[in-house]
């Protein structure tokens, strides 16, 4: 290892900084919007990084790091959804007695964790991230620790997140046990000789375990809805889109190192779970008076729609598959966003009456709420439509018929309760006005103008999908 | 005698002897001083000098009982820090081999433990009095 | 490009409209019929273009730009002769659909007719889309605001009505997206060139398991919004609770896309295995036509009688499509266009009943000639439209459908014929329970205002001229027999 090859690292390296130049900055007592604002600041030099460091890529780190083009992918979208989220976090914290100052700090090591999961090739790393990822997201649930569900959502994501790392690392250690090796590639090497062995087998399963319950997939999903509903909004948007986002990113490494999808057992499995994921996730979802606990479900109901474009393992799946993240993230980010931008001191704008005749007092934001919803259910000119496209026209190519018949099957179902919340933002009886917030005028508007550039986004993907998706091409073929 | 090659290698029993000798002289000090001081001191007991030590904690009655958060604070504050010298171990051991380059990382690291120690100072978590 | 500014058109009228309607309500239905009526005169303008075209059969306006070529997508819209017709009376009905929402609708007006007019832009895309996934665009397009003017404007049960409908039509939709991608990459991978394009499509070589697979991913997408008999379950809801306007462009447009979609995919591009599925949705269409007929009988609700009448007529569509005879093909396209102005005609006096009694339930009307002549009058003549009195547009139709068939399935024929018979006797009870007897309701009526009147004769003249001087419609389709190999002179 020299100096050289720590430049594609740059970008990561940075992020790692950001976090210790916020404890920097409160340790010298620097008021919350500096900090806010030197966050976003370092998120930016993040991106600019990538950019810079684009023409060495793809560039192994041995052993631990691979820092390839879609690593660069989803890391990009990872930290174009914290720029986000730490927007939505200020007027959220702002409002609220809390010290909001000590979250960024858990924000930005979080992120670290998730964006060393991308570009993680060994299982050190895989479980070095996960852990920054977990660790912070215990403190970032519970953060505003004088609510009750705060406290339960914060208490079950610990007890279940340390019982899945047990499973992890159990697994790893069979796996190592069996293969020698904890590079992914190393045990692709030995994969001929070990494929068919028990211990092997099992330790597979009990990381499938483990990636599950991050990933909140059936049967691992128990969490889902009350961490959801207990977290506070910007966080809650930080486990829908980042954390997974990073899970799903290793996942998708380790199962194209070692071609996972080539062992009928596994395919069988991840169909299992798949099919499972979302019936479960849509049918619970029916009934869900909460718009957290609907939109966790929904997660649920949806990376199970991933997992069909995963199942192939051929290129179409992964190009879908990413494109199914993007197009995900910027939807989730903008329901998540209006319901921050809704939510007072008092209330998390979360049960479904706040959203009666939500079009007629503030017909901006219920109408971007409407498009995120849409897009979730798959309807045309929006994003989520065509990134339904793609998985079905991944899963078509490789003909995996169940899942496909699945899919429209509980899409259909999904629909009714996304029909259902937009029935609730254009209903006639409206409740007394959501209190106007007036209080830090410049972060409200860059808010309100972040959620309409969010919608725009959902739109234009959803029209013109042409650059996206040549982006994500040309970030896929440097590996 | 010692330096000689066949009792220097680990594969003989005889190579263990110099820690028999080691515990030999560690018990052998415990004993003596122990006996020692048993003779020397000079003795007044009290009620408060019999009972077991608890740092200062009552070592009987109900367990329930509110305990200052700075106990806590402190002594997490001193776990943590313990265990990242431990880091400095590996380092040591392998001093001339990392060279220049070890130098930097751990000069590195030693920074953004100060810069955790600065945190800690600023926020006021070490302040014994209010 | 002409296909594209109308397009556009609507789409940015509708978006005017909701911003007009913010400062001045009434604008917005101005701004309304002002685009509708663009539309249909740029409709009528190509009418020239049309005739002057040499051999007056096939694609006289055809236009493609690229659209995601990563995937083959291109924006390819075209105009044959059919689907001219289908555009011609998508404006006309358009523009009736706005002005009997003039006073209907009285709150959130900029958003009503920002839904109209998105739902007629996604129904004349869906007429002109020449690819197949642009064709699915404006499939689900078309269903959104549809579903909003339900749910929105609708009767008392508008949500059950609202659900249904879209659950069942996206169910059938999701099923033929899946078939679309499976065609996409069959022709892909025969020919190395994976495209979305009809014309390429219609090209490709299919095994007959594929085929028949395929091909029902289709055709159920279509029969449901058709619908034939097992699926029409959520015809009558969705027609009864949805505002006047909303009911006049689900019986006169939503249902025609599905009979356009067999038309014009499920036969050209799976000739043999629609011939093999040909006796059943013959069958089934039997069964729609009596089966409706029926139901229509026993209605006490007015609009679900008439939405009954649909699932009747519909039921001839399908019959004339899967006999596969160039008359009978004839007849199915004037039973489109005349199926949506007599309906739609009768859905408009429904509307216009409602808006004076304030119910649907026929058992409470009664002896209302006495008091609006002129409704009684239009009533009659629609309705014997609608049950296929010759010299109307409706009888032509009907009876080119039953001479097609004839020659190939007598037996079934004969049962359909029996549906025109049923189709008097509900359009006279309809007409006897609602005009005629004794005056039941104790509410003053005025009789039609000049706006009504307007749109009343404008459809009944249309429906006069297409029973007299069918000849121009029918020469319009007659190329649609040379695209199908099955279909015999």
Redesign the interface.
Known sequence: MNELQLIPLLPFIILAMASVVTILLIAFRLSHTVIQVTGFLMMCLVVFATWYVRDTLPEEVPPLFIVDGQAALFTGVIIFCVLVIGLFSYIYFEEREENPKEYYILLFLATLGAAILTISQHFISLFIGLELLSVSLYALIAYLRNRNNAVEAGMKYLVLAALSSAFLLFGMALIYMEAGSMKFSGIAEKLPQVSSSPLFLMGLGTIVVAIGFKLALVPFHLWAADVYQGSPTPVTAFIATISKIGTFAVLLRFAQTIHLQQYPLIIAIFSVIAISSMIVGNILALRQQNLKRLLAYSSIAHFGYLLVAFLPGNEAGTEAAAFYLIAYSITLLSAFGVITLLSSREHEAETLDIYTGLI?RRPVVATILAISL?SLAG???TAG?LAK?FV??AG??QAVWLP?AVL??T??IG??YY?RVI?TL?GTSGTADVMQKTVHPFFHVSTYITLVVLAGMLFWIGV???LV??GI?LFLLLH | MFTDTVLLSATTPFSYFPIVLQLCAALGFVGLTMFATHFLGPKRKTSDKLVTFESGIEQKGNARQPVAIKYFLTAILFVLFDVEVIFFYPYAVNFRELGWDGFLAMLLFVAFFLGGFFYILKKGALKWED | MILIWMLCILLAGGILCWLAAQRQPLLARWIALITVSADLLIACWLFPVYQAFPDNSSWFINYQAN?????GVSFHVALDGFSHILLLLTYFLGILAVLCSWKEVRE?TGFYFFNLLWTLAGISGVFIAMDLFLF??CW??M??PM??LI??WGDVRR?YA??KF??FT??GS??M??AI??L??IHGQQTGNYTFDYFALLQTALTPSTAMWTMLGFLIAFVIKLPAVPFHNWLPDAHGEAPTAGSLLLAGLLLKTGAYGIIRFVLPIFPQAAADIAPWMILIGVAGIIYGALLAFSQTDLKRLIAYTSVSHMGFVLVGVFSFSSIAMQGVVMQILTHGLSTGALFLMAGMLKERLHTRDITKMGGLWTSMPRLGGMAILLTMASAGLPALGNFIAEFFILLGTFSNNPVLSIIATLGLILSAVYSLRMMQKVFMGPLISTVPVVDLSARELIILTALSISIVVLGLFPQPVIDTVHHLSTIHPLLHE
Request: hydrophobic share 70%; net charge positive.
């Open positions: 007629w849409f309807i045309p000119l439509f496209f079905l026209s078509v190519q496909l429209i099957l899409s259909v629909l009714y029909l029935n254009f013109f999908p042409g998706l040549q091409r | 659209w995601i070529p990563a995937l959130r699915y665009f689900e397009i269903l959104i579903f909003l749910i929105l949500h609202a659900y879209f659950l996206q169910a999701l099923l997206l899946l991608l499976a996409y990459f």
